[in-house]
Structure formats: C-alpha cells, structure tokens
C-alpha cells in the first residue's frame, strides 16, 4: 500500500495494490461518518445508442446482490439509523452512506457489496426499466427541469456532454441485464474506484477495511474524461410548451474543473445571481418585479464546464425579463465587478465553503473530487487563499469573454 501525507485537516490517502485510492477525513469532533465509493463512469462515456446505462446500473444494483436482497440493503443502514444514496452524473457514479462511526464498517461492507456483487437479473431489469422511464416522464412533465435537458442538449451541439444522463425512452427501453453486466464488469474496475470517508475515523482502519472488501476487484483501466472538446451554440432558441410560466435558461461553455480561472467564474457567478443581494434577484425580482425564481448556476466537468442564469416569469412578462438579464450579463461583461463588490462577494463565499464544510457530506464530495480530477489535496486555508487572490482584473478579464450576452445560449420553453 502507498501512503501519502495528509495536511493540517488530517486528510490522507492510500492506494491498494490493485489500484484503488482511499481516500479519508478525520473530523474528530463529530459522531458520524459519510462514507462513498466513486466510479469514473458516467453518461459521457457513453455511446449514444446506449444512453442512460450508467443510470440503469446505478439503480440495479439496489434490486439485490449475491448476499442481499432489496429489501434487506434498504434495512441494513437505515435499521441502524444511518441512510443509503446514489446519483448518477456526467462523469462519475457513486453510491454513499451516512452512519454513526460505530457503524463505518457495516457501511463499507453494503456499499461493497452493491458495487462488486449486484445480480443484475432480467426480470428485476424489467420492472426497474418502468421505474426509470417513471423518472423520465417526470422531467418532461417539470418544466422547470425539462428546460435544462434542453438547454444542454442544444448548447453542447451533438456532444456527449449535452446529453440526458436519464436516457431517452427508446435507448432504456432497450438495455438488457447482459449489457449492465457487462458494462460493470468493464468499468467497476479498481484503477476506475475512489473510496472515500469523512468523519470520525481513521485511515488506517479504514484502508485497512476497503483492502479487505475490494481487494479482489480487478486492475483495470482509468477511464478519463470526455473524449473530445466540445464545440457549442449560441443565439435565441424557443420550444413551445403548454404552461403557466415562461423558463428561460442563458449558457455558455467555461472552462474545466481545474483551470485555474474557476475562482473569478465562481465569484462571477455569486454576485449575478447567488442569494437575495445578487444583481439579478435584486434587478429581475425586487426592482421590476418580473419573476419569483432568478439565479446562476456553474458545472465544471473535467474538459470543460458551463455557466447558466435560470428564470421563470409569465409569457406576458418574458421579453421584458429575458432584456434585464441580458442587460445584467452586458454589464458586467463591459465593466466587471468594482473592488468593494467583489470583496462582499469573496466574503459571502467564504462564508458559504466554511459552513457548508460543517457537513460530513460536504467533506466526503470535497474529498472524493481531489481524486477524481486528479488533483493534490487542498486544505480550507489553501481553498481560502485562492479565492482571496482573485484580483478585480481578473474578474474583469472573465466576465468580458464569459458573460457577454452575445455568447449564451438563450433557450425559452413555454406558450409560444
């Protein structure tokens, strides 16, 4: 096993023989423990034929394994007062728990147990595919998360960044128990795992676990991020939709998770639209009173990333809204932000990262994601720092190519 340092916050990881990186927290001052385990598999590595097969595994997996059935996996941390999760996204799956830390090892031992030996039999896949296309119908019957499918779909242009991580109703409905299996047997690989817990633990105790449960995982290979660089669109699109409200989603590409311009589009993006003080809850909503829901919003995958202003508002309303934020948007490309905004907004995130890290879930993701974009640890202090030494140009810089109006993709669903 090779072990590297952990820094002033106690984090530290391992590696096992066969690949696999562990990945710990020590919060002494807690009683609980969020523990995950981390797959590099995710809808963009996916064809499209085949849409939603990361989804479908991550659901499978719960209807039983070789030493549990669905019903006892869903009493085997709840009965002891902890809770079980999972959540599919572009780049990654992962399955969690929370439980007291008396209780780590029995969360290692079911999350082991879902990742390395789910039956995956046909006729749980067939009522789980009606659960999945249940799940689809919703979002289409949701406007307000109907519009971001869209949105994605026409900005990333035919890449795979754009597309639904549900799947459509055509690719789930033709998934078969063999193709999951297979595509378990491909990817929950251990070069592909990250196994990570934050809490009251110890890593050795916890390593020493994970080695226990994973060890005849197999090597494999890493699976990186998206194969290619996207390309997007920008302009004004419409979809006509039959509802009570106008949704209007503005966006444009940024780029990835580890460039180093993530801290100006983040502070960019909490003054914008982040809480009642930001530019356009304040302009939208209080002053011209043109909507209930207003904000920003900022995903950065591993070859690039995307940052959007959501806003809902009647038809009758919808010009006159969608003009004051491309207004909002002009402006603050053509001006940036003054040194006293920015320095309220570097204190308002601040705050945020700090009360947020309260969590032992908070941690567990913070963890995880240093793995995962292959990246060194970085302590609150450090993370402190690098939000501390964005510089007003900077922002400047940032906001003149990203937020310019003429960038964005508009996309309206609603009466035409």
């Known amino acids: 096993m090779i072990r590297a340092a952990g820094d002033l916050e106690a984090m530290s990881r391992s590696r096992l023989d066969n690949g696999l990186e562990v990945l710990t927290e020590r919060i002494p001052g807690v009683r609980s423990a969020a523990v995950g385990v981390w797959i590099r598999q995710g809808s963009v590595h996916e064809s499209a034929e085949d849409a939603g097969v990361s989804h479908m595994l991550e659901h499978m997996v719960f209807k039983g394994t070789e030493r549990r059935s669905a019903v006892e996996i869903a009493v085997a941390l709840e009965g002891l007062g902890g809770s079980l999760d999972a959540y599919t996204s572009r780049e990654h799956t992962s399955y969690q728990a929370r439980v007291l830390d008396e209780h780590v090892p029995e969360a290692l031992d079911v999350l082991s147990d879902l990742v390395t030996a789910p039956r995956l039999l046909e006729a749980d896949l067939t009522l789980e595919r009606e659960v999945v296309l249940e799940e689809i119908a919703q979002v289409e019957d949701t406007p307000d998360d109907l519009v971001f499918e869209l949105h994605c779909e ?158 809902g508002t009647r038809p009758a309303t919808a010009d006159t809204a969608a003009r004051a934020v491309r207004h909002e948007l002009g402006r603050v490309a053509s001006e940036g932000l003054p040194e006293d905004e920015l320095e309220q907004i570097k204190r308002q995130v601040k705050g945020q990262v700090m009360i947020s890290l309260e969590s032992t879930g908070a941690r567990l993701h913070r963890l995880a994601s240093f793995a995962l974009h292959e990246e060194p640890f970085l302590g609150l202090d450090g993370l402190l720092e690098r939000v501390d030494a964005v510089t007003v140009e900077d922002v400047r810089r940032v906001a003149e190519k990203y937020f310019n109006p003429d960038r964005q993709l508009e996309l309206w669903l609603g009466p035409s």
């Not at 890593?203 to 449960?213: I, K, P, S, T």
């Not at 660089?229 to 409200?245: H, K, M, N, V």
């Not at 590409?253 to 502070?267: E, F, K, M």
């Open 154 to 311: 026409r900005l990333w242009n035919g890449h795979p960044y754009g597309r639904s991580i549900l799947g459509s109703k055509e690719t789930v409905g033709g998934l078969t128990a063999d193709r999951l299996r297979r595509l378990r047997e491909d990817t929950y690989t251990a070069a592909n795992l990250v196994v990570a817990g934050a809490g009251n633990l110890e890593h050795d105790d916890f390593a020493g676990r994970v080695a226990e449960l994973f060890a005849d995982v197999p090597p494999g290979a890493k699976a990186g991020p998206a194969a290619s660089t996207p390309t997007t669109r920008s302009g004004l699109e419409r979809q006509s939709r039959d509802s009570a409200q106008t949704h209007i989603v503005f966006g444009t590409d940024i780029p990835g998770h580890s460039h180093p311009d993530r801290y100006a589009l983040i502070l960019l993006s909490a003054a914008m639209g982040s809480g009642m003080s930001s530019r356009l809850f304040q302009k939208v909503r209080e002053e011209l009173g043109l909507c209930y829901a207003v904000y920003t919003y900022q995903s950065f995958y591993g070859v690039s990333g995307l940052s959007g202003v959501y806003l």
